[in-house]
């Protein structure tokens, strides 16, 4: 099978596929399916300077090609995952992004100040869906002048390349994608759930509300893709709806440099490796000497 | 552990809204131990997340599910015909643990007893069953274990005791007093609450399977929480840390 490697941010990945935060436990847990190693790089479960409890249930809900969820960003802190999990990926040389969040700006610099450059962190991931306690609850990625800010601030207290996760959820996500660029983002994630709802008509109630992802996302995540590797010179891992090969070599032609796959893996837990093998033969099938190959040539 | 290829031998409706499921898998699912689960693909394109069900029973690559329709997905199985293929990823969670005691009581309420089976089997004549449900006809749900003469309760009356199964339960409790037993029980949440009250006093050693919505069933989404006594971290899955916990560790 032809080279699937890249490098982001000077480091070496195997492939360029991932798991989307939250979807992939604290990373053992897929042990006794397949080797962690496998991935590209693993994306932590969104971590705070403190733990967090999360919502009570339900968490999960299935929609007509999509799924709800509202874990509520349940963690056990990353002091914790640093002192009990990353010694795991660092023996099974495992490059990782350590996906973060916080609910005001402080909360995002304690937790991003916490985590010491090592050769096997590539980036940190910021969530940037989260509301911000201080200002009213309005999500941090909303605006183009908060999320230069955050950035911004955010580079300031760490050495560590810096990925800005973008919510769909906004008037011009090329607008914010800039901005993030201009705060001085190293890369993009590209996209996070879409707020969602569901309504039972039988017990007419909400039983839940929450981020929207899965299959429905797909089209939104490609135009995003799309549109801000046009706009911004920084790399961009794209996420949304990626359910295998073909959908996953579509954000490759859009721009994506690397992907992340989140609720496939529910549908099928070896969906991720059956991905990264598919893009191999994709590859290989067409002749191609790498991924770069294929970025962004349906976009040029 | 693989994703089974699976075939479906069986699909049989028992009762009301209660079917029975047995399923040729191509290759073993290795040991299964009572109180354990599987994810099971719903055939189709309809709905696209697995569902979780107890392992009712398994022998000879032969997994048997006992269901509820409580939804699309249930809805949807419940209609497929034999010889439909799908496929199956388990055994998955912990399960009961069985501890050398001088009384077994296990209680189930309704579908609750898909989940305890597998213990039954295993405990035979050593078990003390309770058995709660709507009527007269659910009660061939059980109608495997009647020789382990089952104590059974139905809400309309129309078989053995009139109420719910934990009233049922409550003057055996009493009349064994001081004894050393452990109780298993799986069933709706407000009859494991009743039975939380019931026990309160002596706080009888119990375990409890519960049940919650997945997507994974692997513990990867953190979406099947149930919340514990653990005031660090209050939310533990009922796919990884469950199915099966102390009934003293749970808040219903």
Redesign the interface.
């Known amino acids: 099978m032809g080279n699937l490697t890249v490098e982001f941010f000077e480091k070496t990945m195997r492939n360029p596929v991932m798991n989307a935060s ?4 604290y990373g053992k ?2 042990e ?2 397949w080797g962690i190693e496998t991935l590209g790089a693993y994306v932590t ?1 969104g971590l705070s300077a403190e ?1 967090h ?2 919502n ?7 929609e007509r ?1 999509g ?1 709800i ?1 509202s ?1 509520g960003l ?1 963690n ?1 802190g990353v002091d914790r995952f640093f002192d009990e999990y990353f010694p795991y990926f660092k023996k099974r040389k495992t490059p990782v992004i350590v996906n973060f969040f916080g609910f005001t700006e402080e909360e995002y610099l304690a937790c991003a100040a916490k985590i010491k450059p090592d050769p096997f962190i590539v980036a940190l991931e910021m969530n940037l869906s989260c509301p911000n306690i201080k200002k009213g609850g309005i999500s941090f990625g909303k605006e183009p002048g908060a999320v230069f800010e955050i950035v911004k601030h955010v580079k300031g207290v760490t050495k560590i390349p810096l990925v800005a996760k973008l919510t769909p959820e906004v008037r011009n996500i090329v607008e914010i994608a800039q901005a993030a660029h201009e705060g001085g983002a190293d890369g993009l994630t590209l996209i996070n759930t879409m707020p969602a709802a569901v309504v039972d008509v039988k017990s007419r109630n909400i039983p839940i509300r929450g981020g929207l992802s ?2 429905i996302l797909k089209p939104i995540a490609l135009r995003a893709v799309y549109e801000c590797s046009k706009a911004v010179p920084i790399p961009i891992i794209g996420a949304g709806g990626i359910m295998n090969t073909e959908d996953a070599i579509s954000f490759f032609m859009a721009g994506a440099r690397a992907i992340q796959i989140g609720t496939a ?6 969906a991720i490796p059956k991905i990264i093998r598919g893009i191999g033969e994709y590859l290989d099938a067409h002749g191609c000497s790498g991924i770069g190959d294929i970025v962004g040539i349906a976009r040029d | 552990m693989d994703d089974i290829e699976a075939t479906i031998i069986q699909n049989k409706h028992i009762v009301s809204n209660y079917y029975t499921l047995k399923l040729r898998l191509s290759k073993s699912m290795g040991r299964v131990l009572p109180g354990q689960f599987v994810m099971l693909k719903i055939p189709g394109n309809e709905v696209f997340l697995r569902r979780p069900f107890s392992i009712y029973a398994y022998s000879n690559n032969t997994l048997t599910l006992m269901y509820r329709v409580v939804g699309k997905g249930t809805e949807i199985l419940s209609k497929c015909p034999k010889n439909e293929r799908t496929l199956v990823l388990g055994p998955l969670g912990n399960a009961f643990h069985i501890r050398k005691t001088d009384k077994y009581i296990v209680v189930a309420g309704g579908i609750g007893i898909a989940g305890v089976h597998t213990l039954i089997k295993r405990l035979g004549k050593k078990a003390s069953i309770f058995y709660g449900c709507t009527n007269k006809e659910e009660l061939s749900l059980i109608n495997d274990m009647l020789h382990l003469n089952p104590m059974v309760s139905t809400l309309d009356g129309s078989c053995g005791f009139e109420g719910n199964v934990i009233a049922l339960l409550g003057g055996y409790i009493e009349s064994t007093k001081g004894e050393d037993r452990q109780i298993f029980v799986c069933g709706p949440a407000g009859m494991v609450r009743n039975l939380q009250k019931l026990i309160e006093k002596d706080r009888t050693p119990c375990q409890a399977l519960v049940e919650e919505r997945m997507a994974c069933g692997l513990g990867l989404c953190f979406g099947c929480v149930i919340k514990t006594i653990d005031e660090k971290e209050p939310y533990k899955r009922a796919c990884k840390e469950g199915p099966v916990f102390d009934l003293w560790e749970i808040l219903l």
């Open positions: 939250g979807t992939l436990g847990e897929i006794s399916l479960k733990p409890h999360g009570p249930t339900p968490r999960v809900w299935e090609n799924m969820n874990i349940q056990i899965g299959p893996t529910f549908v099928d837990p070896y």
